[in-house]
């Protein structure tokens, strides 16, 4: 497939209320005059962020990833306005709080998986038949995905399930490109709702990539139909760890984090 235009297309964006959604839906109006759906929970945020990037081109679809009905109707939705999505973006996910598995529980487990795979394998299914050829689909995962450490099974898990899904996925599609995206360390406010004091944050921050320059780099490889696509420095050294020496990496990385002492890891 040739090089994908991302100007003036219909685009579906998950989790655009925050963090890496956010700045994809911004950049996808701003840069590309996109038409974006944009899917995030809060209607306060979504409306919100209705304002600021203008009702003709940012259209809120408050629902629970999660749920497959709600994907369903998002379809019917489209095929009664008789509109095929050209770009669909699964940026929704949970990164539920840093523990062993003994001190997590299964309904988180059931959460981060239903969220953070189970979303993206709905809305592929059931939105990649309406798409318009030629499409883009774009799966973003975490460099969790590469390389796991303690603290992180259920996120590692579903992560590493999407990457395995996406992979495959490109495979089988002839008329859409399928792309995944494993970024590192972000800032973003998910360290806060892991109950981060400040000196946590001041510490992650330091090893976490600028959004803007994130998505940057993200719309540009996804642009080239790059299907596999690692992005951040901590997200590069925990490919290459890993790929160097798969036994020894996991372990590294978990007693790196230990030494650390941050609040956000002390159950680990």
């Avoid at 899917?39 to 497959?68: Q, Y």
């Avoid at 995206?181 to 090893?207: N, Y």
Wanted: with cysteine; glycine share 6%; hydrophobic share 40%.
């Amino acid at each position: 497939m040739k090089k994908f235009d991302y100007n003036n297309k219909i685009a579906i964006v998950t989790g655009a209320t925050s963090g890496i959604g956010y700045e994809i839906a911004r950049t996808l109006i701003q840069k590309y005059n996109c038409k974006v759906y944009g899917i995030a929970r809060s209607v306060k945020k979504l409306e919100h962020l209705r304002e600021e990037l203008g009702p003709h081109n940012f259209l809120c679809c408050t629902m629970d990833v999660s749920d497959r009905c709600s994907w369903e109707k998002l379809r019917v939705y489209f095929e009664t306005q008789n509109e095929h999505p050209d770009i669909l973006i699964n940026c929704a996910g949970i990164l539920p709080k840093f523990a062993s598995v003994n001190n997590t529980s299964i309904e988180n487990i059931e959460k981060a998986m239903d969220v953070n795979f189970m979303s993206c394998v709905y809305s592929c299914k059931i939105i990649m038949p309406i798409m318009n050829k030629g499409g883009m689909v774009v799966n973003v995962s975490s460099a969790s995905a590469l390389c796991s450490f303690g603290g992180i099974s259920a996120y590692s898990a579903s992560k590493s399930a999407l990457l395995r899904f996406s992979e495959a996925l490109s495979c089988e599609q002839k008329d859409l490109s399928v792309s995944c995206v494993m970024p590192g360390f972000v800032k973003t406010d998910i360290m806060k709702e892991q109950g981060a004091t400040k000196k946590d944050e001041k510490l992650i921050g330091k090893v976490s990539a600028d959004p803007q320059k994130t998505v940057k780099k993200l719309l540009w490889r996804t642009g080239k139909r790059k299907k596999r696509i690692v992005l951040g420095f901590d997200g590069h050294i925990m490919s290459i760890m890993y790929r160097l020496f798969p036994r020894l990496a996991p372990k590294l990385f978990t007693r790196v984090i230990k030494k650390s002492r941050l609040e956000i890891f002390k159950e680990i």
